[in-house]
């Protein structure tokens, strides 16, 4: 079962505390003697519903969490390999020219570091094909080079691509000038070097007419599948022993996932700014297009939903409010006896609104973010609440009773004292 149907065949019960209400119209009964406050539980009655409301906003989003969360990290262990940037999901897009082009497109040396100047990316580096033959011995066919690509490598490819060695090392400053290279998954199996043991001495390789020291070899790469294929030499060796001209030929950039599109669009023109035309960018993978529509159609689905739990609870304080008015008439109607206008009798009952919306807001926002901990924290994930959901939520629930004692502050303020004392 995948985690869609898990979503939806589990069995979420709704909190005991949330009950249906009724919307009371008319003269309500007395249910309070001489000297008793009626404010105080009707207070502590629509405090405690703005609490509830905080607190069923939080769960939502905690169960958003929890049901979108299944899909949307085998899709992101699919697409990314488990790597993070910031604060969210880093992609990887390489820039590489129009092939077939006459005369040849050739890339800045400094491609890499004009690419790293745009906003989101946080890592770039750079290959360059050599169009070298490489040959595990100098008795084979010099013409067979085994389907495989001498690549003059940058030393930060290997974290740019979200690459790991399997045996030895990779290149670094001290191998910079080196005769040393190091192969990709398949070039090893072709090569017939399976790992490099410490201690004994490295494995050597024939490129055009220089011998090679094998330091390490890599695992398979699955952001860039063209790299198990190859042969990865320093890009200062490559230019010593190969003949290699400091041309880039592929650019690799990782960017945050969210700015993936605005990055692609001003790639060619970064890399390439005489003829961006003649660069192509690769396209983001369908599993990556799969999982963001995935997190955009959970987003919409909770989204709809919090906006029912607000606009419940918004009923619900209204009603409070509006029954607070009724059972307050004879209050109402001895302050404007006693001088209160209607605009002093309107600001008493919004400023009430206003704070009691406060309260119920702060306390249900307290108690939602704890529960979402506590849950997240079970299930062994990062606690991450930010600041400005806590605030958003804060002030959502203060704006919602502000709205909602806008009707029952303007009718107490209409209310005639004959008309309120007579009512009493």
Do not use: C
Not at 159 to 175: C, K, M, Q
Not at 205 to 217: C, L, N, P, Y
């Amino acid at each position: 079962m995948d985690a869609v149907e898990r979503a939806q065949a589990d069995d979420h019960p709704v909190s005991d505390d949330l009950q249906p209400f009724t919307v009371l119209l008319g003269q309500p009964e007395r249910a309070h003697g001489p000297g008793v406050d009626p404010l105080r539980p009707r207070a502590a009655i629509r405090g405690r519903s703005l609490a509830q409301l905080r607190v069923g906003s939080q769960r939502v989003d905690g169960q958003r969490v929890d049901d979108r969360g299944r899909l949307v990290r085998r899709l992101e262990g699919t697409v990314l390999a488990g790597s993070r940037v910031r604060q969210g999901m880093a992609v990887l897009l390489w820039a590489q020219p129009q092939p077939n082009q006459k005369p040849p497109v050739l890339l800045p040396p400094e491609a890499a570091k004009m690419a790293a100047r745009i906003g989101p990316v946080s890592r770039t580096s750079a290959v360059a094909n050599t169009h070298a033959i490489v040959r595990r011995s100098d008795r084979t066919d010099p013409n067979d080079g085994l389907g495989l690509s001498v690549l003059a490598s940058r030393n930060d490819l290997l974290p740019t691509v979200n690459g790991r060695v399997r045996s030895g090392r990779f290149l670094s400053l001290s191998t910079d000038r080196l005769p040393t290279v190091v192969l990709g998954h398949q070039a090893a199996a072709r090569l017939g070097i399976p790992r490099i043991v410490p201690g004994q001495q490295a494995p050597q390789v024939i490129i055009d007419q220089t011998w090679f020291s094998v330091i390490g070899i890599l695992d398979p790469v699955p952001l860039a599948e063209d790299l198990d294929r190859s042969v990865l030499v320093g890009w200062q060796t490559a230019k010593q022993e190969l003949a290699f001209d400091g041309h880039p030929t592929v650019v690799y950039v990782r960017a945050d996932e969210d700015a993936m599109e605005a990055v692609a669009d001003v790639l060619p023109a970064t890399v390439y700014p005489q003829l961006p035309g003649l660069v192509q960018v690769s396209r983001p993978s369908d599993a990556l297009a799969a999982k963001r529509a995935a997190d955009s159609t959970f987003s919409a689905l909770f989204l709809g939903l919090s906006g029912v739990a607000l606009l419940v609870g918004g009923i619900g304080v209204a009603n409070t409010m509006y029954i607070s008015v009724l059972e307050r008439r004879s209050e109402i109607g001895l302050r404007r006896a006693l001088g209160a206008n209607r605009r002093q009798i309107r600001g008493q009952f919004m400023t009430e609104s206003v704070v009691l919306s406060l309260l119920g807001g702060v306390a249900g926002t307290v108690m939602g973010a704890l529960a979402t901990v506590a849950y997240v924290t079970y299930q062994g994930w990062p606690p991450v609440i930010p600041l400005t959901a806590i605030a958003m939520g804060t002030g959502g629930a203060t704006a919602i009773g502000v709205l909602a004692g806008v009707y029952p502050s303007v009718r107490a303020a209409r209310l005639a004292p004959t008309e309120a004392l007579s009512t009493a």
